[in-house]
């Protein structure tokens, strides 16, 4: 996947990846704010697929040209493309100011790609962040809308990455994580047992 999207093939570097459409809505003020801090700072790579606002188009096009090696904005909407950016990246960001359900992390935690989202909605439903100490967790989470909080929690992610054992466990809780219909209708069906007091 970096070969095609034109970033370095560095296995040992991780690929943080948003496949969304570019609103205030799904946190874009946030990664302004910390875009230059983010690549400035850490050995990453970021990928962007999608459309929308043109300021933050010029956001991810700015940081492509200010960070080369390091941005591969992709402004446009390819469904394949995005299941090759689901597939081939380590982490998926989903800091949204709301989301009453939200599909792109599921999607990424079915290719065992970890989300990093804002707890809002859907996405506090279905990402329990890493629990060092239990082990259980299936990405990482951040509850206040703040930029830093959110960079606060990539760093913490990246940190984790480079603990191969911790991500592996991680990536297997991810890829495990049961968001099915039939998973729903079997816990609708305990809760209404439990309330009926059988």
């Known amino acids: 996947m970096q070969q095609k999207l034109g970033l370095p093939v560095r296995r040992d570097v991780p690929v943080i990846a948003?496949?969304?459409?570019?609103v205030a809505s799904k946190g874009l003020d946030l990664i302004a704010h910390i875009i230059d801090e983010l690549l400035g700072h850490e050995d990453v790579q970021?990928?962007?697929?999608g459309t929308g606002d043109a300021k933050y188009q010029r956001l991810f096009e700015q940081s492509a040209w200010q960070y080369p090696g390091k941005v591969s904005a992709n402004l446009c909407f390819n469904e394949k493309?995005?299941?090759?950016?689901?597939?081939?990246?380590?982490i998926f960001l989903m800091p949204s100011l709301y989301e009453p359900c939200g599909i792109g992390q599921l999607i990424a935690l079915r290719y065992g790609t970890l989300p990093i989202v804002r707890e809002t909605?859907?996405?506090?439903?279905t990402?329990?962040?890493?629990?060092?100490?239990?082990g259980q967790g299936n990405g990482?989470?951040?509850?206040?809308?703040?930029?830093?909080?959110?960079?606060?929690?990539?760093?913490?992610?990246?940190?984790?990455?480079?603990?191969?054992?911790v991500w592996n466990q991680i990536v297997h809780n991810a890829m495990t994580s049961?968001?099915?219909?039939?998973e729903s209708a079997k816990q609708y069906a305990g809760l209404y047992e439990k309330l009926a007091g059988r």
């Open 178 to 182: 049961d968001y099915s219909w039939q």
């Open 81 to 90: 493309l995005a299941h090759q950016i689901y597939a081939g990246a380590d």
């Open 121 to 125: 909605g859907g996405l506090k439903d």
């Open 46 to 49: 970021l990928v962007v697929l």
């Open 127 to 134: 990402v329990l962040s890493y629990n060092k100490y239990t």
């Open 18 to 22: 948003m496949v969304s459409r570019l």
């Open 140 to 165: 990482f989470t951040f509850a206040h809308f703040n930029a830093h909080d959110m960079l606060y929690t990539i760093k913490r992610a990246l940190g984790m990455f480079y603990d191969k054992p």
